[in-house]
Structure formats: structure tokens, C-alpha cells
């Protein structure tokens, strides 16, 4: 029994030293495990800069949306695909957007995906929350 014992010691502190080791090398990166379709979209526009259409500047103060959303939306919404322009050959691809918030409205966002940077085109309510914007 002692020599399993002894075993064991010796194995957890390998195990230490090279949790250790791995740490040190990888533990600054940004590691992302998913490769569903859905997530590398809202993970590739995570990483780039964003900007927002003038109309959808309007609409945002018309349906009241904070600009804080922005970190959800990237996260959290769904893409859908089958409306999507998202050809290979072209330089920014679209996607429509289905996002749910925490008081559980729909929200339909249409998104420009450049290889640079992304651009809001439309921000809509899904549901019972129609609003009349009068944005240009």
C-alpha cells in the first residue's frame, strides 16, 4: 500500500508542475472551443471594430436601445443563415440577427461584416413592440 501511495504523491506533483508549465506557456491566449457555425460568426465580429449607420443611430434612440447591448448581441444572438449573404467571394458578408434581452424582447439587427470592421445597418423590434420611428 505505502508503494501506491508513493506513487500517487509522485504523480500529483507531476501533475502540479506541469499544470504549472502549460500555464506559463498558453495562459495568455484566447482559446475558443466552439466551431458551430453560429459561434464562429458572432466570434469573428467580436474582434473588430464597429460602426453604426446613421439610421440605426436613430432607431436606437427611438426604441430606447443602449449601445451596451452590443457586447450581448456579439455573444448571445442567433445567426440566420438561410437569410444571410454570405458568399465567398465577396468582402463584406451579411447577417441578420436574432437576439433575445433580459426581459426577453426579439430584436432583428442586420449586420455588415467587412474583414476590417462591422457596420449595423437595421435595428428592429420582433413582436409586440412596435414603434413608429420617423428616422430618414
Do not use: H
Not at 466552439?34 to 434612440?61: I, Q
Not at 426577453?104 to 413608429?132: A, F, M, Q, R, Y
Amino acid at each position: 500500500m505505502k508503494v501506491y501511495l508513493r506513487r500517487f504523491f509522485y504523480f500529483g506533483i507531476g501533475v502540479f508542475l506541469g499544470s504549472l508549465v502549460v500555464m506559463a506557456l498558453f495562459g495568455d491566449r484566447d482559446i475558443q472551443c466552439s466551431y458551430f457555425p453560429n459561434d464562429r460568426v458572432l466570434y469573428d465580429m467580436r474582434g473588430k471594430e464597429m460602426t453604426v449607420a446613421p439610421y440605426v443611430e436613430c432607431l436606437m434612440e427611438c426604441y430606447d436601445f443602449p449601445d451596451s447591448n452590443y457586447a450581448f448581441v456579439f455573444r448571445e444572438s442567433k445567426v440566420d443563415f438561410k437569410n444571410s449573404e454570405a458568399k465567398m467571394d465577396k468582402v463584406c458578408k451579411t447577417y441578420p440577427l436574432e437576439w433575445k434581452n433580459n426581459a426577453k424582447e426579439k430584436w432583428w439587427i442586420l449586420v455588415n461584416n467587412c474583414t476590417d470592421t462591422i457596420v449595423v445597418l437595421d435595428l428592429k423590434p420582433l413582436g409586440e413592440k412596435t414603434i413608429s420611428c420617423n428616422c430618414p
